[in-house]
């Protein structure tokens, strides 16, 4: 079974923080995607990678940046957190090889911005 | 420009009726689509592929390319159907991204 784990559950930080979101999955995946989730939006691509050190801004990069040094590990970095930036954020995988379009879902983060 | 819509935001049925949850996309290539769903407390996974054609827990899905729409179906509706439902699009060499709906809440009561 493909694992997607993030650093973090809950989070609450104050406005102006620097935030850190961790990714981490075990299956060797290639891809890895950073969304936010909002009620009545969806699910918004802010980041994704294709291999180390690769980075790719999605739909609503913004405020954010992201960082990949080793394959298995995205973080999502907010420079300075806002409280627009209060949301759930999932983190994802997925192989260019086999059933390359099935993305692995990590349990969310959800960020409350005070 | 590429657009997943999912007009209903909320899906109330009994148990044992049949339900349809709609999809409609924006693309002007060959898109591949699928369906994630999200029970409470647990995370995104996916559902069904339009390219595998395959009936999960009683679902299924058929792309209408003339009408762009890909709706999801269930014949009779069980109470652990309850759940987000996501359409999403895969654009073609995109790095396998996909483009999400806003989602359906599918509330089934016994």
């Known amino acids: 079974d493909v694992k997607v784990t993030q650093s973090s559950r809950y989070l609450v930080k104050r406005t102006g923080e620097k935030v850190f979101l961790e990714c981490v999955q075990d299956m060797d995946h290639e891809n890895m995607f950073w969304y936010r989730q909002d009620p009545g939006l969806g699910l918004r691509l802010i980041y994704f990678s294709y291999d180390v050190k690769m980075k790719e801004k999605g739909d609503i990069p913004e405020g954010y940046s992201v960082s990949r040094e080793k394959k298995e590990r995205f973080s999502l970095i907010l420079e300075s957190a806002s409280t627009n930036q209060t949301s759930m954020y999932l983190c994802?995988?997925?192989?260019?090889?086999?059933?390359?379009?099935?993305?692995?879902f990590g349990p969310g983060t959800r960020l409350t911005v005070l | 420009a590429q657009r997943v819509t999912q007009p209903e935001k909320l899906l109330s049925v009994f148990k044992g009726a049949p339900v349809e949850l709609k999809c409609n996309y924006s693309y002007s290539g060959s898109p591949e689509l699928f369906w994630y769903v999200q029970y409470s407390r647990q995370r995104l996974q996916l559902l069904l592929r339009h390219i595998s054609r395959e009936s999960i827990k009683g679902f299924t899905a058929d792309l209408n390319k003339g009408e762009t729409s890909f709706h999801l179906k269930k014949p009779f509706a069980q109470e652990e159907d309850s759940a987000m439902y996501y359409c999403a699009l895969s654009p073609s060499g995109g790095y396998n991204k996909l483009i999400f709906g806003a989602g359906t809440r599918l509330a089934v009561h016994p």
């Open positions: 994802a995988s997925s192989s260019p090889a086999g059933e390359s379009d099935t993305q692995y």
